[in-house]
């Protein structure tokens, strides 16, 4: 596993849509097939496992819009995909669904065949968690492509060695192999377009076919030599022994090396992230609407009652539960978010760290420090677990982002970076075996409590840490345990909306409701009248 980036693996992507795993994925994923198409498609067939997650999932959390949108060029936080199968149709291209038992390992995994009337490719894909993906085999062909580098597939029918000489005369660093199972093509891999020239040598040649340029999905991009200053949390240890950075420093140079770009660049797209959360909070504020949607704008009412003195005075504690709620609402109204460590989770760090701010009056500099001490945190988690609730319920996402957020608060009010991995793992400790089972199959309900005790438990942690309180079990043994509890929860309980309180009575009524037209609140009054008659 390649060491992971804070800015992509961690926090991000910028998008919208309820469900990073689902729609963020899902459009990297179709984006990767249009470019593997030439960008001309006219039927797709998508095939889900049903002992996976995605069969009972895939229309109610975004993968059908996700996977559209990228199918039609767009990236995660256009607007157009919220109208995706009128773009559908303006486009001209057909997609179908079907379910089977394919064996497929990875419960989010996607296997699409694309045709126009000139080719026809294989491709399946993996959304690995966060929105984060990998494309495991192209025709047959076993790859793994994930969109932090620019990829070159080159096919050919008959010998490669013509193709192979051309690259080598023109660069003997260029990364390229063969793939000869299914239909043979050449990939190479590099941190900028092939020039195009050497594209034009390459097209030339009477063996090559067709020659299909895949851009980066991804913001940070992999550089050809990666380096990190430690993988692993008793390395961080050691590499601090002496510096005695605070845990935002440690993350701040972690991404600098891992990404091979200056502290400044870092610091700008934490930057350029947290205005995008401060826009989404404001914006949900005002008040936000959406049709099939479970929950109107509470965050109005909350801000109300706490503006009246209405409510128990909770101190830091009330601004976080506004502003996860504002996130939590945004997400579901289609306005644009940042998955902290996921959509689902999206309100849980950011919402403690900005809320904490702002109450306390802290500095926009050590906001964005905090972000990035969260961040590293979640890199570490990710490392030996998974931020997909599909494998390991929703401890993968809400538990994480409690650890990320304890941590960041440790940060933000002046701890050291061992208080702050201090906290992230009594936080951790708390959350073991939370399950993921969304009301009528969305991501509302249990969702928004979950963000808000994810961050509830975080402030508690946070202040035990600093005052001196002891974890016990060292940060590392517990990501340990936390992946091996998650992997048992029953498939039922991990985001397959087949256990829990997913199957209860209720959540069954609003899903009918709102599959027959209901909006928001509306889905009550359809209920009531059901039950009159």
């Not at 992507?13 to 097939?33: D, E, F, L, T, Y």
């Not at 002046?414 to 199959?441: K, R, T």
Request: proline letters at 5%; aromatic letters at 4%.
């Amino acid at each position: 596993m390649k060491n992971p980036s804070i800015l992509n693996d961690v926090i991000g992507p910028v998008m919208r849509g309820p469900s990073s795993s689902h729609s963020a994925a899902a459009a990297r994923i179709g984006r990767i097939a249009r470019a593997v198409m030439g960008e001309k498609i006219d039927h797709v067939l998508v095939e889900f496992d049903k002992n996976g997650s995605l069969p009972t999932t895939h229309l109610s959390q975004g993968s059908d819009m996700g996977l559209s949108a990228g199918l039609l060029g767009f990236n995660t936080s256009d607007k157009r995909l919220i109208q995706y199968e009128n773009e559908l149709v303006s486009a001209d291209i057909n997609v179908r669904y079907v379910y089977g038992f394919y064996g497929d390992p990875h419960p989010n995994t996607y296997r699409l065949t694309l045709e126009n009337k000139e080719e026809k490719h294989t491709l399946i894909a993996v959304s690995t968690g966060g929105g984060m993906i990998k494309i495991i085999e192209l025709d047959g062909n076993p790859v793994s492509i994930e969109g932090d580098i620019h990829e070159t597939l080159i096919f050919f029918d008959g010998d490669e060695k013509s193709i192979i000489e051309i690259i080598n005369e023109a660069n003997k660093d260029i990364d390229s192999k063969c793939h000869n199972q299914g239909t043979p093509f050449v990939e190479i891999k590099t941190p900028l377009p092939l020039p195009d020239n050497l594209v034009g040598k390459l097209s030339s040649l009477s063996d090559v076919t067709k020659i299909r340029s895949i851009h980066p999905v991804l913001p940070i991009l992999t550089p050809k030599s990666l380096k990190v200053p430690f993988e692993s949390y008793s390395q961080l240890i050691e590499f601090n022994k002496e510096r005695k950075w605070s845990l935002g420093n440690l993350a701040i140079e972690y991404e600098r090396q891992r990404g091979d770009v200056s502290t400044d660049a870092v610091l700008n797209k934490m930057s350029d992230i947290i205005k995008i959360i401060r826009t989404s909070i404001k914006k949900a504020l005002k008040g936000t609407r959406h049709p099939s949607r479970i929950l109107g704008p509470q965050s109005l009412n909350f801000h109300k009652k706490l503006e009246s003195g209405n409510l128990a005075n909770l101190g830091v504690l009330n601004t976080i539960i506004l502003y996860i709620t504002a996130l939590m609402e945004a997400k579901s109204a289609m306005e644009i978010i940042v998955a902290a460590p996921t959509a689902g989770s999206c309100g849980g760090l950011p919402g403690a760290v900005i809320g904490a701010s702002d109450a306390l009056d802290i500095d926009e500099d050590s906001v964005i420090r905090s972000m990035m001490a969260g961040g590293l945190v979640g890199v570490l988690i990710i490392q030996k677990g998974t931020f997909a609730a599909e494998v390991a319920g929703c401890q993968a996402e809400c538990g994480s982002s409690s650890g990320m957020a304890a941590a960041a608060l440790v940060d933000l009010l002046g701890g050291s970076a061992e208080q702050a991995l201090a906290a992230a793992s009594m936080a951790l400790q708390n959350i073991f075996g939370m399950v993921c089972d969304p009301v009528a199959n969305r991501v509302e309900v249990p969702c928004l409590g979950k963000n808000i005790m994810a961050a509830s438990n975080a402030v508690s942690c946070a202040n035990m840490a600093l005052s001196g309180f002891d974890p016990v079990i060292p940060f590392d043994e517990v990501v340990t345990v936390m992946d091996k509890i998650g992997k048992s929860i029953p498939s039922e309980l991990r985001c397959t909306a087949l256990g829990g309180l997913s199957i209860t009575k209720t959540s069954k009524e609003i899903e009918h409701a709102l599959e027959q037209g209901a909006t928001e609140g509306d889905w009550k009054n359809i209920n009531n009248k059901k039950s009159e008659g």
